[in-house]
């Protein structure tokens, strides 16, 4: 697109901070708070913008101010343009790994915390010692990513619906192995189809209900299976397993990861299952920070060495 310098010059960008700080705050006050303006020019800025897009922006509510459709559509486009412009204007547009000082925010699944993580930190305590990392477990995460509260997520399996600002980068994939305790379910591997559907089932699932993966494959063949718990967390199961007369299909670096420690059997699924990608995914307004990109490249060099398979940087 040809940049109408004309019109643009006449624009003033300090309206998009306002912006922003408008659509995040969703509050007059809180906003001028954020960008270190008194109330009454935060209110001069909203008049302004709403004069400039032919739009309430913000309308009251019964609890507090609320976007229109227009503003909603507007809250990506401006952050990553800020973002852009933040990293063009920016004089640190190098990344001393060694002298730096970031917090950075990954949202991951316990199994791929236990596989990945010990990796990475070992890694970021060697050679970035004022890097930090927190580490959260997320059911919503492009709402996280787009709300600024995550860095980076690594997904295991097929990812929810997003959007363009969304980037995404395949780190691997996984398939799955069934994973039960041989003398207490009177089965040696490979387990039968029969057997399978026989025994009950423990499921790892964040959602609600207890259909999965396997659930859809044995419906194709006519078959169901008794599902007997459902956790949300990966690695309690080869523990519930290793107790109980039970069985559980799961991710197969997880499950060989646990079946030698705990004395577990490992089989082939006797029904046919999709592979299941891993996924590192991060907002696009992070797309050209260099710490940001520092820490996809450490992520996706660490996911080969750990034995996920990658894609190029």
């Given at each position: 697109?040809?940049i ?9 960008l300090?309206l ?6 408008l659509l ?6 809180r906003?001028?708070a ?8 935060m209110?001069h800025n ?7 897009f ?10 507090g ?5 227009r ?5 990506d486009?401006v952050?990553?343009a800020?973002?852009?412009i933040?990293?063009?204007v ?6 001393d ?5 970031r917090l ?5 699944p316990d199994?791929?915390?236990?596989l990945?993580?010990p990796?990475l930190l070992?890694h ?7 890097v930090?990392?927190?580490h959260y477990a997320?059911?919503r995460?492009?709402d ?5 509260n ?8 097929p990812l929810p619906?997003g959007?363009t600002?969304h980037?995404q ?5 996984d398939?799955?192995l ?8 009177g089965v040696?591997p490979p387990?039968s189809l ?7 089932h423990?499921?790892?699932?964040q ?7 396997v659930?859809?494959?044995?419906a194709?063949?006519?078959l ?13 199961v080869?523990f519930?397993?290793?107790g ?7 991710h197969?670096?997880?499950a060989?990861f646990?079946?030698?420690?705990l004395?577990?059997s490992?089989?082939?699924?006797p029904v046919?299952l999709?592979e ?5 995914v991060?907002?696009a ?5 260099p710490a940001h990109m520092?820490?996809?490249?450490t ?5 080969a060495e ?7 940087v």
């Open positions: 697109m040809a109408d310098h004309i019109n643009l010059s006449r624009f003033d300090n998009l901070v306002a912006l922003d700080a995040t705050e969703r509050s007059v006050t906003a001028a954020r960008v270190g303006l008194r109330q009454s020019a209110s909203l008049a302004r913008l709403r004069a400039l032919g739009d309430e922006l913000l309308t009251r509510g019964p609890e101010m609320r976007p229109t459709p503003a909603l559509a507007l809250v486009p952050r990553i800020l973002a852009q933040t990293t063009l920016s004089r640190d547009d190098t990344f790994v060694g002298t730096a000082e950075f925010r990954i949202g991951l199994s791929a915390e236990v990945f993580g990796a070992a970021v305590c060697e050679a970035a010692p004022g930090r990392l927190r997320t059911d995460l492009f996280e990513l787009d709300a600024d995550l860095d980076l997520g690594i997904v295991f399996g619906e959007r600002h980037k980068r395949v780190l691997g994939t398939n799955f069934c994973m039960f305790k041989a003398d207490r379910v040696s387990i029969e057997d399978y559907v026989r025994l009950p423990v499921l790892t699932s959602r609600k209900g207890e259909q999965g993966v659930d859809e494959a044995l194709s063949l006519g169901r299976r008794m599902v007997v718990l459902t956790t949300p967390r990966f690695v309690a080869p519930l397993v290793a109980a007369a039970v069985v559980t299909t799961m197969a670096k997880l060989r646990f079946a030698g420690a004395g577990l490992l089989s082939p699924v046919e999709r299941q990608p891993i996924t590192l991060w907002h307004s992070y797309d050209r920070d520092w820490l996809r490249r992520v996706i060099r660490i996911a750990v034995g996920w398979e990658h894609g190029s």
